[in-house]
């Protein structure tokens, strides 16, 4: 079993940046591979980025590309997203999931077997 606690979230401006993290409990975090997803208003949960156990492998949306940066640190059993350059059209819940594979790096909400509740991150224009 895994929780994850999302923080870091908040509001900034266009152009502005945040770290997101994400604290897991568990003996397992570091077999664990983890992604980042966001839902706006209205819209439905998408992937942002997503990292494998070891940190080596990473994958990224296109629209975060260059922008947007994943890591972890196995032993604070933390994952963080590190989002520069941010627009108005990202303002969205941010959560962070966990999948059993080490090696995942899926894209798709199923799979996915750990969720965190979110954290808020509000960027105006």
């Known amino acids: 079993q895994v929780q994850l606690v999302e923080s870091g979230g908040g509001l900034v401006q266009a152009g502005g940046s945040l770290r997101l993290s994400c604290a897991a409990s568990?003996?397992?975090?570091?077999?664990?591979?983890m992604g980042w997803f966001r839902q706006a208003p209205g819209k439905g949960r998408e992937v942002v980025a997503t990292i494998s156990w070891s940190g080596c492998s990473t994958l990224y949306a296109d629209f975060v590309k260059g922008r947007f940066t994943i890591s972890r640190d196995n032993a604070k059993k933390t994952v963080y997203l590190q989002m520069n350059s941010l627009k108005p059209e990202e303002t969205a819940v941010y959560y962070c999931?966990?999948?059993?594979?080490?090696?995942?790096?899926?894209?798709?909400?199923?799979?996915?077997?750990?969720w965190g509740q979110g954290t808020q991150v509000t960027v105006s224009s």
């Open positions: 999931a966990a999948d059993r594979l080490p090696n995942g790096l899926g894209y798709r909400l199923y799979e996915y077997d750990y």
């Open positions: 568990g003996r397992t975090f570091s077999s664990y591979s």
